[in-house]
């Protein structure tokens, strides 16, 4: 009787409880929909003021962009961002001549650290600009890629 | 249709690393098939999201510029080793796959 009644206070109140707390102390990210309109975006400025919604961008040195200065094939460029700057809750990839300049959008649990790793198409020798949120506010760092092979064929 | 999801995990002082490769064509839709000579329809993962138990640690928007076989790697700290991580995709033609294994 006891253990029946233990079992049904956990799978009624208690689990409302639990949820609640749970709720309170989770730090906030949920899935949110993609931004279709920047990641159709045909300009890097446009692509920039769909997902940042104009808001200023101040240059930093204190993201890094691993990529090589001169890649081969343009269709698998490994590249690396990682910054120093405090709590960056998103980190911005943009290749500033491809079709579409954004490519891929991170948001980041206050767990992880500011780094990212992946790889790329780059269709033509371009700038490539990281830009990462840190504290509510924007920085980008960029470096130039050279391609020998256009990786969006 | 079922696609692989292969991830490697490794935890340093709670910190843990993932790797992950996913396999799919990444299609920009911007190919041309060289035998029929047309052009190949777009087909690319749009999201991913990285759960840490039942908690989002990091949700990946993509374009059609993420190579194919697509490659991720991030770091969270508040690991233990036996905690689950799971990883979901979903692609602009609706497909979606995901995979859980145990950090280690």
């Known amino acids: 009787m006891q253990r029946r009644y233990f079992i049904k206070l956990l799978a009624g109140t208690g689990a409302v409880m639990m949820s609640g707390l749970d709720l309170l102390l989770r730090p906030l990210l949920a899935v949110t929909a993609r931004n279709k309109p920047a990641f159709s975006a045909s300009k890097l400025d446009e692509a920039m003021l769909q997902i940042f919604d104009g808001e200023p961008i101040t240059a930093s040195d204190a993201i890094a962009i691993g990529v090589h200065d001169l890649v081969e094939n343009g269709a698998v460029v490994p590249v690396k961002i990682s910054s120093s700057l405090p709590d960056v809750d998103t980190i911005s990839i943009f290749v500033e001549k491809n079709p579409n300049p954004l490519i891929a959008h991170f948001k980041l649990n206050p767990r992880c650290e500011a780094f990212v790793a992946t790889r790329i198409k780059i269709q033509f020798p371009s700038d490539l600009m990281a830009v990462v949120r840190s504290g509510g506010k924007l920085y980008k760092t960029t470096k130039f890629v050279e391609v020998v092979e256009g990786g969006c064929g | ?104």
């Open chain 2, 1 to 104: 249709m079922a696609r692989d999801i292969k991830i490697r995990t490794r935890i340093t002082d709670g910190v843990a690393t993932i790797r992950c490769i996913i396999r799919h064509p990444m299609e920009t839709g911007f190919r041309v098939d060289s035998e029929t000579g047309k052009p190949v329809p777009a087909h690319f993962i749009e999201q991913l999201c990285c759960y840490h138990g039942d908690e989002l640690v990091l949700q990946c928007d993509w374009s059609r510029a993420v190579s194919k076989n697509p490659y991720l790697s991030f770091r969270f700290s508040g690991a233990q080793s036996g905690d689950i991580i799971r990883i979901a995709w979903v692609d602009n033609l609706g497909e979606e796959s995901s995979k859980e294994v145990k950090l280690q």
